[in-house]
């Protein structure tokens, strides 16, 4: 049976704010269809990295992170090689059209079921577990957000194959603390037009789509 776990993150807001000055939002999901080499991955980079004291961490953030942990943990990544993909969307939130704004629940609902439809496009999955931080959506319940998904996400999926929407704590999950360094990657070069991280995995990168840039 062929399956797949895919991990979902973001970074940057939605819709523009005065205290948000940023115009970069993106979402970021990586595919792999077994999660052990990840848990391995960072389990090793823990050990070897971080002083003694620090090791009890269950998380440590893209944006906080030292850079030798990051050197070591992107060059791990991409040694997955095919066996990880990412799939990213990218919004410059003064493109935005106006009517969408007063929407962000749906907007970011919609851009999910587009990154997470990217990773099972033509792929045949019969299982695929769906695995994302736990926010707030403004204007829609776990549930709403979840029939979305269900709803959009159906149509790059056989007959019979069971989606599993999984909310959870990224203290928990090494799956979308992977995806938080990978959209930080991402981030660093839509918003502060640096690339060192990004060259690292580049080459896992099967789709970067900006939306809603017309011009």
């Known amino acids: 049976m062929q399956q797949a776990y895919v991990y979902l993150d973001e970074a940057g807001q939605p819709r523009p704010t005065e205290k948000t000055p940023e115009d970069v939002f993106l979402v970021t999901a990586l595919r792999v269809d077994d999660p052990y080499p990840l848990r391995k991955l960072f389990r090793r980079t823990w050990q070897h990295t971080l002083p003694k004291r620090l090791c009890h961490l269950n998380e440590v953030k893209a944006s906080a992170a030292p850079d030798h942990f990051r050197e070591r943990l992107y060059r791990g990544l991409a040694d997955l090689g095919e066996n990880l993909m990412i799939h990213s969307a990218i919004l410059h939130t003064s493109d935005l059209p106006y009517p969408l704004r007063k929407y962000e629940g749906i907007l970011y609902a919609h851009v999910v079921t587009?990154?997470?439809?990217?990773?099972?496009?033509?792929?045949?999955?019969?299982?695929?577990?769906l695995s994302l931080d736990r926010r707030n959506t403004p204007g829609l319940t776990v549930a709403e957000f979840n029939a979305h998904l269900q709803a959009g996400l159906g149509f790059y999926l056989p007959a019979g194959a069971y989606l599993k929407i999984k909310h959870r704590d990224s203290t928990t999950d090494v799956g979308i603390q992977a995806a938080d360094f990978i959209c930080w990657a991402l981030y660093q070069k839509y918003q502060r037009e640096d690339i060192h991280w990004y060259e690292i995995i580049a080459s896992q990168i099967a789709s970067e789509r900006v939306m809603f840039r017309w011009k």
């Open 114 to 129: 587009s990154v997470v439809g990217q990773c099972m496009a033509g792929k045949g999955d019969h299982f695929v577990q």
